[in-house]
């Protein structure tokens, strides 16, 4: 099960015995209490490439986030989800792959309990 890092979905996922995959968002700005910020507010996506990169390199290297209210929050990054609606998206999605690529980041799709895993490079 996919779900956003931290959340109460993830939470009860794990209770429950599921296998589950922590994600992070790449093109979206975070709040306090560790929820994306709603599309509807200003600065819900982040409109910048290199942004985004930086936001994708602190969640995975340190394990935290900075909220649009400037604190640091934690994250466990196992996965990454960039939004398609995105203008640019595709800009974005080669940048991230570049920066992963080059911090030596191993991109491949989570592993299911009876398959066995793909490298996507």
């Not at 589950?20 to 910020?37: I, M, P």
């Not at 409109?47 to 909220?67: F, I, P, S, W």
């Not at 196992?78 to 030596?104: K, M, N, W, Y």
């Amino acid at each position: 099960m996919f779900g956003l890092s931290g959340s109460a979905l993830i939470t009860a996922a794990e209770q429950c015995g599921l296998t589950v995959a922590h994600e992070v968002f790449a093109d979206r700005s975070y709040q306090d209490d560790g929820t994306l910020t709603p599309r509807s507010q200003a600065g819900a996506m982040i409109e910048n490439v290199h942004d985004a990169v930086d936001q994708v390199m602190n969640m995975l290297h340190l394990g935290e986030v900075r909220t649009t209210q400037g604190i640091w929050i934690p994250v466990k990054a196992q996965t990454l989800c960039l939004h398609g609606d995105q203008p640019g998206a595709s800009g974005f999605a080669s940048a991230i792959r570049q920066a992963l690529l080059r911090e030596g980041v191993t991109i491949q799709r989570p592993a299911r309990r009876d398959d066995s895993e793909i490298d996507l490079q």
